[in-house]
């Protein structure tokens, strides 16, 4: 993985490991096949430390906190690897409808989550959900890229996703509606 995704091939891997092509092709018939197989031993990885934390969660603050130390701690050491391989187009072919399926069973368990503690609408927690998870994916980035510690991007991600769904239930049990939209 030091030369890139680019230079993992099944006939380089059998040298590198001291073992015969056949041996290598008996396991995975591709590269990407291969690839496909490193990314789900990630993705696990990560579902499984998430799972983890989530059990462990006694309150949405503390689920909050903790899911998104899992994935940022995950991010710090295996991000790069997981980036790379969801950025190859054949692994991310292969991998395409388990990755939605992950992240929509992601999603509905925050959704309802969310509807939980804040009594939002269905479609507003969805939408929220949505979106507010990309800021769990920048601040993996900011980690990974060394620009924020796992501990600053914690907080900064708790803060910002606990003030915005606090935001969006105040505003719905003021009104009914969403908030305004100011200039």
Excluded: H
């Amino acid at each position: 993985m030091r030369d890139g995704i680019r230079a993992v091939g099944l006939e380089r891997l059998a040298r590198d490991l001291g073992i015969s092509k056949a041996l290598a092709y008996s396991y995975f018939r591709t590269r990407d096949a291969l690839l496909a197989a490193l990314l789900r031993r990630e993705q696990a990885a990560l579902r499984d430390g998430g799972m983890v934390a989530a059990l462990r969660a006694r309150s949405f603050a503390s689920l909050l906190r903790q899911t998104t130390r899992a994935y940022l701690e995950q991010a710090l050491t295996r991000g790069p690897l997981i980036w790379a391989l969801l950025a190859d187009p054949s692994v991310a072919r292969l991998m395409e409808a388990e990755n939605r399926v992950e992240r929509e069973t992601t999603i509905r368990f925050f959704v309802r989550a969310t509807r939980r503690r804040y009594g939002l609408p269905l479609a507003k927690a969805i939408t929220a959900v949505r979106l507010l998870m990309a800021v769990t994916g920048e601040a993996g980035l900011a980690v990974a890229g060394g620009e924020l510690s796992v501990d600053e991007a914690t907080a900064t991600c708790v803060t910002l996703i606990s003030g915005a769904l606090g935001a969006l239930a105040r505003a719905e049990t003021r009104t009914g509606k969403p908030p305004p939209l100011r200039s």
